[in-house]
């Protein structure tokens, strides 16, 4: 095999590559598309948006769990008030908790949880929900690589 082919097949692998994105992963909800992190090991989750002293408009942190089951999320540690919102497997809203105020009293924060069973929790900054006028029944679309 030659060092030329080589190369060529190197280069088209690269542009592949670029085509399929910059691997950044991303949400839509309400019209409009976040960039996120996922969160899908017990750690990711427990960690979460803590520590962050800001995060962009269009940012958010999307928790992936192995199964539907009522949720309850806290702010421990975060210090930026959020939106958390709760979906179904189908990734139908089923519960909202608005403009969660930061936390530092470490385990006597207290929890937000979901009033219906969710897999998939969605966390925002604070005033998006009511900005894009979500309501329960909502569908959350996912990027390439969300499960």
Not at 46 to 66: E, I, K, P, S, T
Not at 118 to 124: G, I, P, Q, S
């Amino acid at each position: 095999m030659s060092k030329t082919f080589v190369l060529l097949v190197v280069c088209l692998l690269g542009l592949a590559g670029c085509a399929a994105g910059d691997g950044a992963s991303w949400v839509e909800v309400g019209g409009q598309r976040f960039e996120v992190e996922v969160a899908k090991t017990a750690e990711q989750r427990a960690r979460g948006l803590m520590f962050r002293d800001q995060m962009d408009a269009d940012r958010g942190m999307v928790f992936v769990h192995d199964s539907e089951d009522l949720q309850a999320y806290w702010m421990k540690n975060t210090k930026i008030p959020l939106d958390i919102l709760y979906f179904d497997s189908r990734r139908r809203l089923v519960s909202q908790q608005r403009n969660v105020p930061p936390c530092s009293a470490g385990d006597r924060c207290p929890p937000y949880p979901s009033e219906a069973p969710a897999r998939y929790v969605l966390e925002l900054n604070a005033g998006q929900a009511e900005r894009l006028k979500l309501e329960n029944g909502a569908e959350m679309k996912f990027g390439p690589g969300i499960e």
